[in-house]
């Protein structure tokens, strides 16, 4: 496409703004979007389809478990426009109460220009914070604007990181992460945690997140402290260096225990811990960060810049992990990447749930500078992704690529809408 001189000089007096304020943690728009704004025509919301899944799905090839697949956990809806253009979102795991969510807010959606991203997500989420903001509407937010950034690229004829800002980098270093129930084939954690470091490093991935310290009181014993180490130290044993150590807690302990667990985790430096406690005390984490050298990773569990913003003024937290479907949508996500750069702060995408945030996960990693690694789970790139999309990017040498396809570029198989395998429900139209 030939580019307008005004067109392009007005981008790049846009941009120079945009990018001071973002880099200030303000939140303006990527000046890409605005560009590619200007370059495509009005158009209006239509109609909004939420979409659900067949319960009985099976995706095979086993979860780690039991051999058994368990079908979708995610859910899309989708945004038809005047001009013919869908775009499509998702997010997880609470499908209830996100088709309630978007039931209640589709009124504020329809008519309304889908380009208009950050005039959209302000609207939404400031009818969001005036009754406590997050749960199934934060997630609902970060379906749509997904679905608007979707339509804005196909509209411009650009791949969303394109939308984002452009390339950072050529290809996304992935780690694998290997729970009890997404472990590798029918292997399960604990005695096998070896043969599946061996599974991922004969792949060419070299990062690992387990899960190795578990307790059912916030109290880790003494016991169940050596226990859970001796994970790391296998790992070690066999692969040296070679392998990075991602812990995760799940937020199972108290500020003692936690203190305990960085402690004995500071000789086998790990690329970090995650989660190591409930993210409701900002307080507790800039005092165990000042206390530990192990980098703590704060996480999926935090919607928007603002949460996030207290984590990086107090040095709560040394890697930023977010989720494109839950933190308010991948414009969202690079607002938070870029504050995070403004703290010298690298991001680790959370992607554990549907192909469309593994996608979506991937354009704002190519996008954001201050990329670290991205999260990825073989049993879903291999299974389950490949039974809704034809193109779920699968690591080669360790690393991943977005797509050049417009928008989020997802190729959703149409014979889930013809078999029934997915479900579709008009939820608001003209």
């Known amino acids: 496409m030939k580019k307008d001189p005004t067109l392009t000089r007005r981008g790049f007096l846009t941009g120079a703004t945009a990018s001071s304020v973002a880099a200030l943690g303000m939140g303006a728009l990527s000046p890409s979007i605005l560009l590619a704004t200007d370059r495509t025509e009005p158009m209006k919301i239509t109609k909004i389809e939420s979409v659900t899944f067949n319960p009985n799905i099976?995706?095979?090839?086993?979860?780690?478990?039991?051999?058994?697949?368990?079908?979708?956990?995610?859910?899309?809806?989708?945004?038809?426009?005047?001009?013919?253009?869908?775009?499509t979102g998702e997010t997880y795991p609470f499908v209830n109460g996100q088709i309630g969510a978007l039931k209640d807010y589709s009124k504020m959606l329809i008519g309304r220009d889908p380009r208009d991203i950050d005039g959209l997500w302000r609207d939404f989420y400031f009818q969001m914070a005036m009754r406590n903001a997050g749960g199934a509407e934060m997630r609902i937010l970060s379906a749509v604007n997904m679905a608007q950034l979707d339509i804005l690229g196909q509209a411009a004829g650009l791949p969303l990181y394109r939308l984002l800002g452009g390339k950072t980098r050529d290809r996304i270093r992935v780690y694998n992460t290997t729970t009890d129930y997404w472990a590798i084939n029918n292997m399960k954690m604990?005695?096998?945690?070896?043969?599946?470091?061996?599974?991922?490093?004969?792949?060419?991935?070299?990062?690992?997140?387990?899960?190795?310290?578990?307790?059912?009181?916030?109290?880790?014993?003494?016991?169940?402290?050596?226990?859970?180490?001796?994970?790391?130290?296998?790992?070690?044993?066999?692969?040296?260096?070679?392998?990075?150590?991602?812990?995760?807690?799940?937020?199972?302990?108290?500020?003692?225990?936690?203190e305990r667990i960085a402690k004995v985790l500071e000789p086998y430096e790990i690329m970090y811990l995650e989660d190591v406690m409930v993210n409701t005390n900002v307080?507790?984490?800039a005092e165990l960060a000042a206390k530990t050298s192990v980098p703590l990773n704060e996480s999926e569990t935090l919607a928007t810049r603002y949460e996030f913003l207290k984590f990086f003024e107090r040095k709560a937290c040394s890697v930023c992990m977010f989720d494109v479907t839950w933190c308010g949508g991948p414009s969202e996500a690079k607002k938070i990447a870029d504050l995070a750069d403004a703290y010298s702060i690298p991001i680790s995408p959370h992607t554990c749930g549907g192909p469309l945030l593994y996608i979506c996960a991937a354009h704002v990693a190519t996008a954001a500078p201050n990329f670290l690694i991205m999260e990825s789970n073989y049993w879903k790139y291999a299974h389950q992704y490949p039974y809704f999309v034809t193109n779920a990017p699968v690591p080669i040498d360790g690393h991943v690529t977005a797509p050049e396809l417009p928008g989020v570029g997802a190729e959703i198989k149409p014979e889930l809408f013809r078999?029934?395998?997915?479900?579709v429900e008009t939820v608001a139209s003209i």
């Open 419 to 423: 078999s029934r395998d997915a479900i």
């Open 58 to 87: 099976h995706v095979g090839g086993g979860s780690g478990v039991d051999g058994k697949g368990d079908g979708a956990e995610f859910y899309w809806l989708r945004v038809h426009t005047d001009n013919g253009i869908v775009g």
């Open 190 to 258: 604990g005695p096998d945690t070896i043969q599946i470091a061996q599974f991922l490093m004969d792949r060419g991935i070299t990062g690992i997140k387990i899960y190795p310290f578990r307790a059912r009181e916030k109290y880790l014993s003494n016991e169940g402290l050596d226990a859970g180490l001796k994970w790391i130290r296998d790992i070690r044993d066999k692969f040296g260096d070679k392998m990075d150590i991602c812990v995760d807690c799940w937020a199972n302990f108290d500020l003692p225990s936690a």
């Open 283 to 285: 307080d507790a984490f």
